[in-house]
T-cell receptor, first 114, second 107 residues
Framework: GAVVSQHPSWVICKSGTSVKIECRSL??????MFWYRQFPKQSLMLMAT?????????EQGVEKDKFLINHASLTLSTLTVTSAHPEDSSFYIC??????????FGPGTRLTVT | AQRVTQPEKLLSVFKGAPVELKCNYS??????LFWYVQYSRQRLQLLLR??SRESIKGFTADLNKGETSFHLKKPFAQEEDSAMYYC?????????FGTGTRLLVSP
């Protein structure tokens, strides 16, 4: 149980285009989902907290107009990277919270912007 | 602000040797601390959390509020323990990760 999926697992896009990443909790409902960014050989940096039915809370330094987050249902949150640039290339990981403390992580999505 | 420090990027030991992965934290409130593990080509998964005081795969971690530490220990390392280990602190409803320590257990 407690499986989180992400789609796609790997995406390549051209500079200036937008790309959407989906995060789904497969066997539980998650009122809260989180989006992280991980650079090579570095730790996970929290980008934003996504609550179902309300606006996401972004961490300091994260551009909300560039990284659009939508938490449309209790099992789905999406991250859209708008007008992507090469510096947006990274590994994006989501997690979902079914309870108070547990967080279950998705496998991550590798974004490469050319 | 909350902060988690893992001073070692790499810890290399031989099979059967004791292991201690260090973690120090900074947080003004009462912390909830976790250890997460990421095996090669796998997703991040919870190893243990301090509130449960349990031992998972032979690993234990004790919260020391005086030293603001939450070191991860295992008396006898196994090759399958080789992985990336992240210490994390839950505060203000968000999880902050340390930079991680890669544990390499050699035969």
């Amino acid at each position: 149980g407690a499986v989180v999926s992400q789609h796609p697992s790997w995406v390549i896009c051209k500079s200036g285009t937008s790309v959407k990443i989906e995060c789904r909790s497969l066997d539980f409902q998650a009122t809260t989902m989180f989006w992280y960014r991980q650079f090579p050989k570095q730790s996970l940096m929290l980008m934003a907290t996504s609550n179902e039915g309300s606006k996401a809370t972004y961490e300091q330094g994260v551009e909300k107009d560039k990284f659009l987050i939508n938490h449309a249902s209790l099992t789905l949150s999406t991250l859209t990277v708008t007008s992507a640039h090469p510096e947006d290339s990274s590994f994006y990981i989501c997690s979902a919270r079914p309870g108070v403390y547990e967080q279950y992580f998705g496998p991550g999505t590798r974004l490469t912007v050319t | 602000a909350q902060r988690v420090t893992q001073p070692e990027k790499l810890l290399s030991v031989f099979k059967g040797a004791p292991v201690e992965l260090k973690c120090n934290y900074s947080y003004s409130g009462s912390p909830e601390l976790f250890w997460y593990v990421q095996y090669s080509r796998q997703r991040l998964q919870l190893l243990l959390r301090h509130i449960s005081r349990e031992s998972i795969k032979g690993f234990t971690a004790d919260l020391n509020k005086g030293e603001t530490s939450f070191h991860l220990k295992k008396p006898f390392a196994q090759e399958e323990d080789s992985a990336m280990y992240y210490c994390a602190l839950e505060g203000f409803q968000k999880l902050v990760f340390g930079t991680g320590t890669r544990l390499l257990v050699s035969p």
